[in-house]
């Protein structure tokens, strides 16, 4: 596939080398232990059983989108930063896919990094945040092309407003081999939130989109990135198997605190290359 790129901006979102060091190590504090629920609603999902937090030291590139979509720069600053255009999209999932990355879901990232199945080489997860419309207009078609797999983050009180995925939408894109993950229910930052309030955000989410989808959600995404250990022990004690922030980085040693790498509107193919790049070689 022939993919015309537009020009390199001049501002650099990242500046890359390969004598860079390493991006520092992010340790979580361990979290809280939390009482089990007084009076639990029945729920007809079953959940799994309580897993282990600690994982071994495996590093499966997170790749952080928003819009994929022409944005302009000086009319919508922040939109553009979000963005990543469907040429340069195309130019990525080509890249990727001539250099032997295998897509995984997030659900399939946790399962790899606790040896619950073997995890193919090179493997490398495609998270997008939101529920944007050209989550299934745009990106849908051109990961079909690369026979690639995503998870979509999606906020349920989004969902069939004007720019965002309506229901059916959604199903397709289940349909087509995604992964449907929770981004709580109005995209709040849960750490201003009551705990109560917090929690209700990141349960009725998840048992929300299980209903539309007809399968357990096991996927989460804290929204604008900010968590705490008692928000990532809501998190695990609702049968999510990981979540997702927005810390910048390689390290992914809590399956409830994984970085991830933003794919933001200028960085150039040059410099997506060498982020991925970056990356020493996925082994066990």
């Known amino acids: 596939m022939s993919v015309a790129l537009p020009q390199p901006s001049s501002t650099l979102w990242l500046v890359l080398s390969p004598t860079r060091p390493p991006l520092p190590t992010f340790t979580f ?7 089990p629920r007084a009076s639990p609603a029945p729920s007809p999902l079953s959940l ?13 590139p997170i790749l952080m989108y928003h819009y994929v979509r022409v ?36 659900a ?7 040896r619950e199945e073997p995890c193919p080489p090179q493997a490398i997860a495609l998270t997008f945040d939101d529920g944007y419309e050209d989550a299934y207009l745009t990106a849908l078609p051109l990961l079909q092309q690369v026979n690639f797999v995503a998870t979509f983050y999606l906020v349920n009180t989004f969902i069939g407003k004007p720019g965002y995925l309506d229901e059916q939408e959604i199903i397709l894109l289940q349909q087509a081999g995604m992964e449907i993950g929770a981004h709580t229910l109005t995209h709040r930052n849960l750490q201003t939130l009551a705990p109560s309030q917090a929690e209700v955000e990141i349960s009725a989410s998840k048992v929300q989109l299980a209903k539309l989808l007809g399968k357990p959600v096991v996927s989460f995404c804290y929204p604008l990135g900010k968590f705490d250990p008692t928000l990532a022990a809501f ?4 049968g999510y198997t990981s979540a997702t922030t927005t810390l910048q980085g390689f390290a992914q040693r809590d ?27 996925w082994r066990e």
């Open 29 to 35: 504090t361990p979290r809280p232990t939390l009482a």
């Open 48 to 60: 799994p059983s309580p897993r282990p937090t600690s994982i071994p030291p495996l590093t499966i």
């Open 71 to 106: 944005v302009d720069a000086q009319t919508d600053p922040l939109g553009y930063q979000l963005s990543v255009t469907p040429n340069r999209f195309a130019a990525q999932l080509t890249w990727l896919k001539q250099q032997g990355y295998q897509p995984v879901t997030m």
């Open 108 to 114: 399939t990232v946790a399962r790899c990094l606790l």
């Open 235 to 238: 998190v695990e004690r609702e």
């Open 255 to 281: 399956l409830f605190a994984l970085p991830r790498l933003r794919v933001s509107g200028q960085l150039t193919q040059a410099q997506f290359e060498q982020l991925m790049q970056s990356y020493s070689p």
